[in-house]
């Protein structure tokens, strides 16, 4: 082992698996493949492997890592580590506690822990590791998963305890280059603490090329690394109200040029009020649902709204929004009554760990619901009682646990980015009198999502698209503001037309009035206050 400690890059961290090599492929090969195209750390594991053939494999890999410069731990195995001077070990829970690992090991070895839950972490700190691996993120063919999944959500919460320590964390299981980013961007602390790196086996190793396998994570790494933002936002920019005002109509003009196919699942009862809506401000509906539609869909479409208030078609759902994120397209999440059973937050949870919305979008009783919080009640698909106490800090906390934009919805509105929260004081009772108020703002925000990143991607053309970590493009919270004052001032509006006597003669006018509006319009009739 070299005199002192090594300084470590966990950014793409390969663990070895020979068993997972195409058929003719060299493993040293396809190590020294995976180096050149950016792996940092490399972990030997060889699980089935006698003494005599796990000391020949870690010797020529060592020999490999050297000539790169790239640092090697060995796995479970501390004879073997000392035996080849490795620069450390990996251990899991069942394995070797670390304090004894310490008295075999010198003290300028690395030593890394598989973490899968709270108290290990905290365990971990105790014994003084060097960094944890968290997870397992998903579901993996390359080692049997013996303990629950922790998700991509519930990998920012371990995070959270290694807030003042020196302890660096890598996301395990289950990652590869169509995954890395949405696992980069939501694994944060509620601080904004990110990974340290993405621990990778089968993406590379049972790659043909593992150099072009290793280059494409890798990349995204060092960009989401560079230009680490913890939003979909443009924050830390100020935002003040005339600028609000003037970048919400710029989204409308937007929507209006490029009039945006917008994708959307969405529930049976609101199917045709959301696709007039969409049509009323110059966008295009499509309402498909099928799983092996997505991919092409999430070429074509401008952004994607998943509303589950029949809570059908949930394989559709998981596939749209994976292939969205791959396309670094919007999605916006409208949790609809998940609340009110079981079945509706289990697939929410299934949703939110299987991709990244960009917005969710919901009442206080079912973002309450997304939060564990007790605090509002949900009957239905409607909230009971008088909301939040505090409503602002709840919408810039589960921003920041969510790592998404927040929209909570009510008789006042209030949207966040985590760090910035803005309140929306327009609307007419009569939105509440009419079925499927609350899904048209998701309809609406989806579409002023897409007139944000179709704006965003148009400005790129022609200049360095070098890679730049980012899940989407265009400002989300403008996006969502507009959203959600399209249906507000559209309701105003529409309410005070002299044809308009009820409920009954009110959708009409308000499908009118949303087709109606302008920059002008939203200017002069928006209510909004930066929190």
């Keep these: 082992m070299s005199a002192s400690k090594p300084v470590v890059d966990y950014s793409l961290y390969l ?10 492929k060299d493993y040293l090969e396809s190590l020294e493949e995976s180096i050149k195209g950016g792996v940092s750390l490399v972990q030997i594991r060889e699980k089935k492997a006698d003494t005599g ?32 001077g490795a620069d450390g070990v990996h251990i899991g829970q069942t394995d070797m506690p670390v304090d004894v690992a310490r008295k075999l090991l010198p ?32 579901a993996t063919q390359t080692k049997k998963v013996t303990n629950p999944i922790v998700g991509v959500r519930g990998i920012g919460e371990l995070l959270d305890i ?27 602390s509620s ?24 280059q494409r994570i890798a990349i995204i790494v060092k960009a989401f690394k560079a230009v680490f933002s913890p939003t979909f936002s443009l924050s830390p920019s100020p935002y003040a109200v005339d600028a609000f005002k003037d970048s919400i109509g710029e ?25 007039n809506a969409t049509l009323a401000l110059s966008a295009s509906p499509i309402m498909a649902t099928a799983p092996q539609e997505m991919p092409d869909l999430a070429r074509v479409a401008g952004a994607l709204l998943v509303n589950f208030g029949t809570i059908q078609n949930l394989d559709g759902m998981l596939a749209s929004g994976f292939h969205y994120n791959l396309n670094r397209k919007p999605v916006v999440f409208d949790p609809v009554g998940v609340g ?25 009783a079912e973002l309450g619901a997304l939060a564990n919080s007790t605090e509002v009640q949900a009957k239905g698909v409607d909230s009971v009682g008088v909301g939040f106490a505090d409503p602002a800090t709840f919408v810039r906390n589960l921003a920041r646990k969510e790592r998404a934009i927040i929209v909570l919805t009510g008789v006042v509105d209030y949207v966040s980015d985590g760090t910035v929260v803005v309140r929306l004081s327009n609307g007419h009772p009569l939105l509440g009198e009419i079925t499927g108020s609350g899904c048209m703002v998701g309809t609406t925000v989806a579409t002023f999502c897409a007139g944000a990143s179709l704006s965003a991607e148009e400005a790129r053309r022609g200049t360095d698209s070098a890679e730049d970590a980012k899940l989407v493009r265009g400002d989300m919270l403008v996006a969502a503001v507009g959203g959600v004052l399209a249906v507000t001032i559209a309701s105003e509006l529409a309410a005070a037309r002299p044809d308009v006597k009820g409920s ?18 939203l200017a002069a009739y928006a209510k909004i206050e930066v929190v």
């Design 251 to 275: 989204l409308l003009l937007a929507v209006k040029k490029f009039s945006p196919l917008v994708h959307q699942i969405t529930n049976t009862v609101v199917t045709t009020q959301s696709a």
């Design 107 to 138: 003290p300028n070895a690395i030593i890394g822990m598989t973490c899968n839950t709270a108290e290990h972490v905290r365990k971990a700190v105790q014994d003084g590791v060097d960094y944890v691996g968290l997870g397992p993120v998903w």
């Design 191 to 214: 601080s904004g603490r990110p990974l340290d790196g993405l621990a990778v086996v089968s993406d590379i190793v049972a790659s043909t090329d593992p150099l072009s396998a290793a």
């Design 340 to 364: 009110a059973t079981a079945y509706r937050r289990a697939s929410a949870a299934e949703l939110l760990n299987a991709w990244q919305p960009t917005v969710i979008k919901g009442n206080a």
């Design 504 to 521: 009954g003669t009110f959708l009409p006018a308000f499908i009118d009035e949303l087709g109606a509006l302008s920059p002008e319009k």
């Design 53 to 84: 053939e796990f000391l020949q494999i870690a010797q020529a890999s060592k020999a490999i890592c050297r000539k790169y410069n790239v640092p090697i731990l060995i796995n479970d195995r501390i004879d073997i580590a000392l035996a080849i």
């Design 162 to 188: 290694l807030e003042g320590t020196d302890v660096k964390a890598v996301a395990i299981a289950g990652i590869k280059s169509t995954n890395a980013l949405h696992c980069l961007h939501g694994s944060v």
């Design 15 to 24: 663990v070895t698996g020979r068993e997972l090599l195409p058929e003719g």
